[in-house]
């Protein structure tokens, strides 16, 4: 007996999950049915099995005699807070439960399943040497309405497993915990009616259409699109299609409006939609305008452009010309003309010849033509100028005659008391021939420019030979502005006792200076440390023009008359004097 109740309660237990696990696992979308009732009465009969066995009775039998009755409050399509009560009764026990819990239920047309959890209190009654007993109990299981119609449902069955707990240790003192305080593993099926109230009145179907684009031209499609609204879930629609213009192809729920051949103006494409299997109230229709417009019959729009825009008479230029059509039409370029020269090419590139041209501007117009006919036309300036003179031509025998020397000064000369000082009278005719000859030279190459490297003989310290080398280039520099030489023709470099002649390099200056003869040479060798001294303190020149450079000869001025005091006196032997040049009588004519 107590294997058969624990197989009828478990196979109810185990539907119960089934159909739990059934409904929980259904998409959301097939749940949801229209105008769900607010709150719905379930009024019904059912059989109990209390499942239990108790003190000084035994084992509680079927009961075949009850009813049950369920009140739930739904809070959308799908969820409900449900309060249950249900009571059954024959000659030897009566049950009744009170329980409230929620409540899912699964919404179709034409089912409906809803699983429940419930809680609440039981109260037995065996009528046999028992008073009544309250205990915690519950309810677990679901079931299956069909609908009769709109306000009445019919439950075709609901099972649920009633377990419960209570306590009859004053009736069975000592006994064992199953038999004083027996546990209640009920079964309880039910069948009736389901009463549904505060069902909101049905939305009617609805449609709405789109048109894409909303304006076309003539010959352009349009795309017109139905959405419809709070028909039945599950049925298939049907959707039939019209335009006020144009051919109209349609597939479900969109359509294709063919505007060849229209008017300009505007359309409407109306759909109308229906659900086949509602008899009445399951149609909607709805409407989208578009416009159509005639192709425009704008000119097109040339515009030219030169490169270059200014040339030397003589030299080209190309002309390109750029046309577009506002109505996308087909277009040409052509009829090129010019104002001057002589104009070639076709199509949207045009070469402008300048030669024999005078200088100023030309002007050169073309036409465009769309391939209806209309015309654009445009034009552009060119301005030719007159090629620049030649460039002036180098005085050959001033460039051979612009022979650079070095410029020599006296021991410790120019001083930091006198800078200006230290130029004797050979030197100075140096730079002057220098400048004069510079300045014509510069006519021809303005670019040109001189540069003055400053040197001292190795006898003073470090920054005594520097300071003396920066005076005496400085010195140079003075004289050549005070003779016209501009200071941004003039570079400085002082360079102290760095880079000072060696023997053998004052020797070969020596070996070619042409103003010295064998003798005057033997001479001068036999006083070399000092003619070593005296040929580094100088200042060399360097000319730099485009395409030139030349440097200044380092040949002391022996034949100077002053070159003692460049030497230094006392410190040498008598230099060489000074070749005299006589001149000849002029012959009489």
């Known amino acids: 007996m107590v294997f058969r109740r624990w197989r009828v309660s478990t196979i109810l237990l185990f539907c119960s999950m089934v159909l739990a696990l059934i409904v929980m696992g259904m998409p959301a979308e097939a749940s949801a049915q229209e105008n769900a009732p607010k709150w719905d009465w379930f009024l019904g009969y059912q059989w109990l099995n209390p499942g239990a066995t108790v003190p000084l ?36 026990v009566s049950e009744t439960t009170l329980s409230l819990g929620p409540r899912f239920m699964w919404r179709t047309e034409g089912m409906n399943l809803f699983v429940h959890a419930l809680g609440g209190l039981n109260r037995v009654y065996p009528k046999i040497n028992l008073s009544g007993n309250n205990g915690v109990g519950a309810i677990l299981g679901g079931g ?120 300009g103006g505007s359309y409407t494409a109306t759909a109308k939609v229906a659900d086949a299997k509602v008899k009445k109230g399951g149609e909607a229709s709805c409407n989208a305008s578009f416009a159509v417009k005639e192709p425009p ?15 030397q008479v003589g030299n080209p230029s190309t002309i390109t010309g750029d046309c577009k059509s506002p109505d996308s039409v ?35 117009s073309a036409t465009c033509t769309d391939s209806r006919g209309l015309t654009g036309n445009a034009s552009t300036s060119i301005t030719a100028v ?41 030197q100075e005719q140096t730079l002057s021939e220098l400048a004069a000859d510079f300045k014509k030279y510069l006519e021809a190459k303005p670019d040109a420019h001189l540069t003055l490297e400053g040197h001292a003989d190795v006898r003073g310290s470090v920054p005594s030979n520097q300071a003396l080398s920066e005076r005496r280039v400085a010195r140079v520099k003075s004289y050549l502005v005070e003779h016209g030489i501009a200071e941004g023709n003039l570079e400085t470099k002082a360079l102290g006792d760095q880079h000072n002649l060696t023997a053998a390099e004052v020797k070969a200056s020596l070996d070619e200076n042409p103003d010295l003869t064998k003798g005057e040479r033997a001479r001068v060798l036999r006083n070399m440390k ?59 004519k």
């Open 57 to 92: 009775q035994g084992k509680l039998p079927s009961i075949g005699k009850g009813f049950g009755t369920a009140l739930t409050y739904n809070f959308d399509k799908n969820w409900g807070l449900e309060t249950d009560f249900g009571g059954s009764w024959n000659g030897q």
């Open 144 to 263: 299956m309405d069909m609908p009769l119609g709109k306000r009445v449902s019919w439950r075709v069955f609901e099972a649920d497993f009633v377990p419960a707990h209570h306590n009859f240790s004053s009736f069975a003192p000592g006994q064992p915990g199953p038999i004083s305080r027996p546990g209640f593993d009920g079964a309880r099926l039910r069948t009736g009616l389901l009463f549904n109230f505060g069902i909101e009145p049905p939305v009617p179907p609805a449609a709405s259409c789109a048109a894409q684009p909303s304006e076309v031209m003539v010959g352009e499609p349009v795309t017109v699109t139905a959405t419809p609204s709070n028909f039945k879930k599950g049925h298939a629609l049907t959707y039939n299609w019209s335009a006020t213009g144009g051919k109209v192809s349609g597939k479900e729920n969109t359509a294709t409006v063919d505007t060849a051949g229209l008017s």
């Open 330 to 364: 087909p277009v040409t370029i052509g009829g090129w003309t010019a104002s001057s020269g002589r104009l070639s090419g076709s199509g949207n590139t045009a070469t402008l010849e300048t030669a024999g041209t005078s200088a100023g501007p030309i002007s050169v």
């Open 386 to 426: 007159a090629p620049p003179p030649p460039p002036p031509v180098v005085d050959k025998v001033l460039e051979a005659r612009l022979a650079l020397r070095s410029v020599y000064f006296p021991t410790s000369q120019p001083t930091v008391k006198n800078p200006n000082a230290g130029l004797v009278a050979s």
């Open 530 to 588: 000092t003619i070593i001294w005296a040929s580094n303190r100088r200042v060399d020149i360097t000319l730099n023009a485009a395409g030139q450079t030349q440097s200044s000869v380092r040949h002391y001025p022996f034949n100077a008359a002053d070159s003692l005091t460049l030497i230094g006196g006392r410190e040498a032997a008598k230099a060489p004097a000074a070749k005299t040049v006589t001149k000849k009588p002029a012959k009489k």
């Open 297 to 311: 019959k704008n000119p097109p729009v040339l515009s030219l452009s030169a490169n270059p825009t200014q040339l």
